[in-house]
């Protein structure tokens, strides 16, 4: 009692010294039971899987948990919440890649008086050095992150050209594994016993690229055949894996919020999930092999003028995929006038896939679309590809073109019930006004241009919030990749086309494609009966 009593008055004299030190013996216990945890779990691992002695096997009789070769968020999240210290790395190193970048931007273009010492030389110059810190911390920090430079690679509306001009190098030339890591892996993968089985197998291998999960080799084959074969780099799927899970969480904490603070439905961590989806699948070579054929397959099906590489599953596994070596240059490399040419082409091959066949390639960035040495746009990497039903499909048919007439009650009543964003027993007298606004100042009005978009949002803020607070507005998982397979494309024929407007651009395709599902009289209600053609991909 007097230890105490004691123990109380110093608490009372020295209050903030008592608060810091219960605090860090608090931190203390947690990290400490945090690496009793993880430590535990790689003794159970390797007990399990490298069994020293039969004794050790019995103790091990239980799997511990691992990561999936299919995409499972619960497989995942009970894999990583067995290793918190991992995570709580993780955490510690993404904080601290990325903390000095921002503060270095704070500093060297929004403090005003930093800004008005500099010429435009020197100005060019700091943005050079501010892009390769950015593109060498994304690159340290592995294909999550390559995958978010990627997508502001394409965007000249966005970011300045010293900039784009360094993302672009995530695209097919990041810092590539040694390639005698690489050959190892490849060797492994073909079943051969010897680097000289696998000299035999491929000659002339040579390394022509380096993306964010495998490199790009090219050789011929003992048949006579140009190939490209990608190889995936070392420990992907625990790199990978661990940012899906802290991308979750983050999703998680989102919805956890907008329940408390909005109407919302919380929709942030299925949103997430169809992203995190796809991504994980991107790791398995034999699915994105299964997705090239049956691509291939529905474009000829069509007649679609694109050409998509012939994969050689002899060669194909997990961790490689082999395929018909296309010579060509890059699409956002050719000149303004064949982009301006072939982006129509694109758009329409991409709604194509998305009103039509019912998949789509969602990653279509400046490394995998290619103008082949006859012209014609070439479609690589179908690693990340997603599913869309029937009734979306038809939904969202309906909805471009009544986005784009003007018909906003059809859009609003019918299409975005159907399509999920709202509830299906919703009265949407008070909302369709607000929605209206914002769908033709926001986007209709605004074009392709971010700036012009950011400008005509910030002028409906308060209808925007209004929605975001008021009413239970949701968004379909799905929609993670569609809109990420567009803002890529989107950003393609910005480069080529400044005035391009991806919502006109689309015209076209869904009206023929609404005429086929509806008939003609959903035209001629919608006021598109008469439109001017524009290029399509049909040969």
Not at 191 to 207: A, D, V
Not at 210 to 216: C, F, H, M, P, W
Not at 294 to 316: A, D, G, I, L, M
Not at 467 to 479: I, Q
Request: with cysteine; hydrophobic share 40%; proline share 6%.
């Amino acid at each position: 009692a007097m230890v105490a009593l004691a123990a109380l008055r110093s608490a009372r004299r020295r209050p903030f010294a008592v608060a810091s030190f219960s605090a860090l013996s608090a931190s203390a216990t947690l990290c400490g039971y945090a690496s009793l945890v993880e430590k535990e779990t790689e003794e159970r691992h390797n007990s399990f899987y490298h069994p020293p002695t039969v004794a050790a096997t019995a103790v091990a009789s239980l799997p511990p948990p691992t990561l999936p070769r299919k995409y499972d968020r619960y497989m995942i999240e009970e894999y990583w919440s067995s290793r918190p210290v991992s995570v709580a790395h993780r955490v510690a190193e993404i904080v601290t890649e990325l903390s000095p970048l921002l503060w270095a931007y704070v500093r060297d273009f929004k403090l005003a008086n930093e800004m008005d010492k500099r010429t435009q030389v020197e100005t060019l110059d700091l943005q050079r050095q501010h892009s390769n810190a950015l593109r060498d911390a994304l690159t340290r920090l592995g294909p999550a992150f390559i995958k978010m430079g990627q997508q502001l690679s394409i965007r000249p509306d966005l970011v300045p050209p010293p900039v784009l001009a360094e993302l672009q190098k995530l695209c097919d030339s990041v810092e590539p594994v040694p390639d005698e890591v690489a050959m190892e892996m490849l060797r492994k993968e073909m079943g051969c016993n010897n680097q000289q089985e696998l000299s035999n197998m491929f000659k002339g291998l040579r390394r022509v690229a380096s993306a964010s999960l495998g490199q790009v080799y090219k050789a011929t084959t003992n048949t006579g055949d140009e190939v490209a074969i990608k190889v995936q780099r070392p420990d992907m799927v625990r790199r990978l894996s661990l940012d899906l899970h802290l991308l979750q969480s983050y999703g998680r904490m989102m919805d956890a919020i907008c329940e408390v603070m909005t109407e919302q439905i919380p929709y942030h961590s299925n949103f997430i999930n169809a992203f995190a989806s796809g991504s994980y699948m991107e790791l398995d070579y034999e699915n994105e092999a299964a997705n090239q054929i049956r691509f291939k397959t529905e474009f000829e099906k069509r007649r679609c003028n694109v050409t998509v590489p012939s994969v050689f599953k002899e060669y194909t596994t997990r961790r490689v995929i082999t395929m018909e070596w296309i010579d060509g240059t890059k699409l956002v490399d050719a000149p303004k006038e064949q982009i301006q040419k072939l982006i129509p082409v694109g758009v329409e091959l991409f709604l194509t896939q998305l009103l039509d066949i019912g998949a789509f390639h969602a990653d279509p960035h400046p490394a995998n679309l290619y103008v082949t040495n006859e012209g014609q746009l070439c479609l690589l990497d179908f690693g990340l590809c997603a599913e869309i039903d029937e009734r979306s499909r038809n939904a969202m048919t309906a909805a471009i073109v009544n986005l784009l007439s003007g018909d906003f009650h059809s859009l609003i009543e019918k299409d975005a019930k159907e399509l999920g964003f709202l509830d299906e027993g919703m009265d949407v007298t008070e909302l369709k006004p607000i929605l209206t606004k914002i769908l033709t100042e926001g986007l209709l009005e605004a074009g392709s241009n971010l700036h012009d978009r950011k400008r005509k949002l910030m002028d409906i803020s308060n209808e925007l919030n209004e929605v975001f607070f008021r009413y239970p507005f949701s968004v379909p998982p799905f929609f993670a990749l569609i809109t990420r397979g567009l803002g890529l494309l989107e950003g393609i024929a910005l480069s080529g086309d400044p005035d391009f407007d991806i919502f006109q651009a689309s015209l076209p395709y869904a009206r023929k494609r609404a005429i086929e599902i509806f008939g003609s009289n959903f035209l001629a209600k919608s006021g598109l009966r008469k439109l001017q053609r524009r290029p399509t991909i049909e040969g």
